[in-house]
């Protein structure tokens, strides 16, 4: 069974800074596009950053300059690195990740739970 685990939210003031990691662990033969959405209260999902597994990476035009995203193949592992945080930040992040599982031979989009982060002073 895939899963992945999101851990290093939190309570953060303004300007601060958090790293989020998201651990895929599971039956695996590979995993292509890794991905961190944000879902604030009230609002629809929305993508913060994505790479791909050669490295490239994606940001939304709202935390370009402050977020970094990026992941190590071998560790099964995505990270964010949020920086100079700003209220607006607040949500739940989400890891999703593009797994070709080895049980089924079959590749899909999985999600993790989520890990919440707050900025407020």
């Known amino acids: 069974q895939v899963q992945l685990v999101e851990s290093g939210g939190g309570l953060v003031q303004p300007g601060g800074s958090l790293r989020l990691s998201c651990v895929v662990s599971?039956?695996?033969?590979?995993?292509?596009?890794m991905a961190w959405y944000s879902q604030a209260p009230g609002k629809q999902r929305e993508l913060v950053a994505r790479?791909?597994?050669?490295?490239?990476?994606y940001y939304t035009d709202s935390v370009k300059g402050r977020f970094t995203i990026s992941r190590d193949n071998t560790e099964k592992t995505v990270w964010l690195q949020l920086n100079y945080l700003k209220p607006e930040d607040t949500a739940v992040y989400y890891c999703?990740?593009?797994?070709?599982?080895?049980?089924?031979?079959?590749?899909?989009?999985?999600w993790g739970r989520g890990t919440q982060v707050t900025v407020s002073s």
């Open positions: 999703n990740a593009d797994i070709q599982s080895r049980d089924s031979g079959m590749s899909q989009y999985y």
């Open positions: 599971g039956s695996i033969d590979s995993i292509g596009d």
């Open positions: 790479v791909t597994a050669g490295g490239s990476a």
